[in-house]
């Protein structure tokens, strides 16, 4: 139940820094990814309770402080990010000339107005060589972390906020119209879960990451995987939640899967747990197929809601 709360959280929450387009356009290359749906989020029956706790949670707050109306402005959400290149991060939706301007005064205030051209569309400089915009508006300091090195800016896409770590991926999303290039499918291709009424897809490959010396669960799990990749889609109604696996070897996969099935049956056994979260955790189906685990449950929508609210 906590990695599931966990995974829930940690997407969800991640709207205020991120992104759009189409998981499967994601360059297999990436070391992660993330795009979430709102605009189908709220217009699904089932997902209109996530979408009620997200507003509440995060949507209002960035409204309050920041003035921009996530909640009518922006309807998708995509980023990556590229080893050795940075993140590519896209907004799409109905935005506001307010809303540009803000973005505007936040490109004067950390990077430089001086316009750059690319393809006949414009794009700044975004933040200072530290990835730092130092905002002053109610002693606001903003921090772009994943900007290491500050970033890349373009405005000048119809319904699209472009956002890049390299320069060179931002002339090549402008020559593309705003448009991730769909990329060659290969082995090493990220993992990526798709359904017909996709909410968001998240994945990451965790070969690459370094060891933490971490000796909790979460951790050792990791440590024996190589790819990871997330889905939270509508279904008959339900949420529909699945998760993905590859692992190196194949008994590490029947290890895992063994581990899960383990971990189920404890948890249905405490008592603080009640019988619809009991009942939801034992209608998992857990499969180890060859090095791949596939975990997936179809929920009712105001449990998640609660399970992630508590």
């Known amino acids: ?37 709102l605009e189908k989020m709220k217009s699904e029956e089932a997902g209109k309770p996530l979408y009620d706790w997200l507003r509440e949670e995060a949507l209002v707050e960035v409204k309050e402080e920041a003035g921009v109306d996530i909640d009518k402005e922006i309807k998708k959400l995509t980023a990556f ?6 993140p590519v991060i896209v907004i799409e939706g109905d935005l506001s000339d307010e809303t540009r301007d803000k973005v505007m005064a936040l490109i004067a205030a950390g990077g430089d107005i001086s316009p750059l051209k690319a393809s006949g569309r414009t794009y700044y400089r975004l933040g200072d060589e530290e990835g730092n915009i130092d905002y002053e508006n109610g002693d606001v300091n903003i921090t772009l972390d994943s900007l290491e090195d500050g970033g890349w800016i373009s405005l000048d896409v119809k319904d699209r906020i472009l956002v890049t770590g390299g320069e060179a991926q931002m002339k090549a999303l402008l020559a593309n119209k705003g448009r991730v290039p769909r990329p060659t499918r290969s082995k090493d291709t990220m993992l990526v879960l798709t359904a017909d ?14 060891d933490d010396g971490d000796d909790d669960l979460d951790s050792k799990i990791l440590r024996n995987t190589e790819q990871v990749a997330f889905l939270l ?4 109604n ?17 290890s895992l899967a063994s581990v899960a099935r383990g971990l189920i049956s404890l948890v249905a056994f405490d008592d603080s747990m009640d019988a619809e979260t009991v009942a939801m955790l034992q209608s998992t189906k857990i499969q180890a197929k060859g090095n791949s685990l596939n975990l997936s449950l179809a929920v009712d929508p105001n449990l998640v809601v609660r399970t992630i609210g508590n």
């Open 1 to 37: 139940m906590r990695v599931m709360k966990f995974l829930c959280v940690a997407v969800l929450l991640a709207l205020p820094l991120a992104a759009v387009a189409d998981a499967r356009d994601i360059p297999g290359s990436a070391d992660w990814y993330l795009f979430i749906d």
């Open 81 to 86: 990010s590229v080893k050795g290149e940075g």
């Open 197 to 210: 009424k996709t909410l968001i897809q998240a994945g990451m490959n965790t070969a690459h990451l370094e």
């Open 233 to 236: 889609a509508v279904v008959a």
């Open 238 to 254: 339900k949420i529909a939640i699945e998760a993905e696996l590859t692992t190196s070897e194949p008994e590490m996969a029947e």
